[in-house]
């Protein structure tokens, strides 16, 4: 592979919080929720932190190694800097959040809300009760959980020491969590979905421009957002207002893409063209905003016994090019700030690194040396890149005990940490 294209690979903060925060690129998104959970009634879509909201913290503070942490179901990763990140996920009916200050050689329990617990073991991981996490900083982030007839935000600025409670009424039938993001500790936006009974989920964005204080609902399907799917990735450019929404139609084996330039108020839909004769629904692999209303569209398919992996790149309202390569058993990707492409995959057994310098053209690769084979065998698995350099990748066995590692020099050479 080529030692300048690896020097600029990395992922920008925006990419990892795609997936609602729930997790680190490459992670598998949260199974849909039960069809059969009661409609909530509709409502303003408003909501009000109370500013005497003060929850105590329950976190202990033993630090302990990656190994020896508690059993987790549906681990994800993000890792904000190349030193402080975030593990979370659930133990038993209890969602559980560790930290790290060194690189990962080091946890301990973050300090957490009191939370409702949700059952994981009834129906697999995610749901209308599951907590989701949501990054801005290693000192602001929120943890959002659906119950009753509303969704629950606690949301710390200050490294969880304290918290300010929210609950949004949501319109009838928005049952789960599907994306979210903050930027800069001010705009935020969060993504509600429907079941996905019979491939139908309709959307309701939420956002705020006050840093959570109150949410207002500025878009949903009854307008400008797709209907349909359920397994949605969401974005916003650095500058606020140019944003991406990617969602899977399982039944039509299609990709919906609506795209925004006055930070969510309105969507517009855009054509992407995508191979005929698939025969498995899609994947959206990574969905980017980026500096000059630049877009960026990453979606694997299914032709036969053949696997490939479209990139697709557009500015705001243009048409989008494509360009595609083959990838057997893709496992994790990620993007850097500059566009450069990293894609983890199992090749027959051994673990290969690629990246692409511009935007899928042309690709580079290599064995991801140190990453074991056992990788490909992981029930969750879960890839954060902080920095051009520094990428650190959990995987959780099948029996859920976790391995950890770390690669700094941008995908060269990987290292056991935890």
């Given amino acids: 592979m080529r030692r300048q294209a690896l020097a600029r690979l990395g992922m920008a903060t925006v990419v990892c919080m795609l997936e609602l925060g729930l997790s680190g690129c490459g992670a598998a998104r949260p199974s849909p929720a039960h069809a059969d959970r009661a409609h909530r009634p509709a409502s303003g879509g408003q909501a009000s932190v109370a500013s005497t909201s003060r929850l105590a913290s329950q976190a202990t ?18 890792m904000l800097t190349a030193h402080t990140g975030f593990l ?29 617990k949700d059952e994981i073991a009834t129906y697999g991981p995610g749901g209308a009760h599951a907590v989701a996490a949501v990054f801005d900083s290693p000192s602001m982030w929120s943890l959002v959980a659906l119950s009753g007839n509303a969704a629950h935000v606690w949301i710390t600025k200050d490294g969880g020491r304290h ?24 705009l935020g936006w969060m993504l509600f979905e429907g079941s996905g009974y019979g491939g139908v989920a309709a959307k309701y964005l939420y956002r705020t421009d006050n840093g959570g204080n109150s949410w207002q609902l500025v878009a949903s399907s009854t307008g400008d957002l797709p209907h349909n799917g359920v397994r949605t990735w969401m974005s916003f450019a650095p500058n606020g207002k140019t944003g991406l929404m990617a969602v899977v139609d399982d039944v039509e084996k299609t990709v919906d893409v609506v795209e925004t330039n006055d930070g969510g108020l309105h969507w517009q839909p ?3 063209h995508l191979p005929s004769g698939i025969t498995a629904p899609p994947s959206v692999e990574l969905a980017v905003s980026g500096p000059g209303e630049a877009l960026e569209l990453a979606v694997s398919v299914q032709l036969g016994s053949a696997s490939q992996l479209l990139i697709l790149n557009a500015v705001y309202g243009s048409n989008w090019d494509v360009a595609e390569i083959g990838v057997d058993n893709l496992e994790a990707m990620c993007a850097s700030p500059a566009g450069d492409l990293g ?6 057994g051994q673990q290969t690194w690629l990246v692409s ?8 690769s290599q064995a991801a040396t140190g990453l074991p084979a056992s990788v490909a065998d992981a029930v969750s698995l879960s890839l954060s890149a902080p920095t051009p350099s520094a990428l650190f990748l959990t995987a959780l066995d099948a029996h ?3 391995s950890f590692f770390a690669s700094l020099d941008a995908g060269d050479t990987w290292q056991p940490l935890a």
Avoid: C
Wanted: hydrophobic content about 45%; glycine content about 10%.
């Fill in 270 to 272: 855009t054509s992407i």
């Fill in 88 to 116: 979370w996920g659930y133990r038993g009916a209890r969602f559980v959040m560790y930290q790290t200050a060194d690189g990962g050689h080091t946890w301990k329990a973050a300090p957490l809300p009191s939370l409702p």
């Fill in 357 to 364: 310098p511009d935007g899928g053209q042309t690709w580079y």
């Fill in 400 to 402: 859920l005990t976790p």
């Fill in 61 to 78: 503070l033993d630090v302990s190694a990656l190994a020896a942490m508690p059993r987790i179901v549906d681990a994800h990763l993000n």
């Fill in 343 to 348: 894609v983890l995959e199992d090749k027959s």
């Fill in 163 to 186: 918290w300010r409670a929210a609950s949004l009424s949501l319109p009838a039938g928005a049952v789960q969590f599907a994306a979210g993001q903050w930027m800069a500790g001010r």
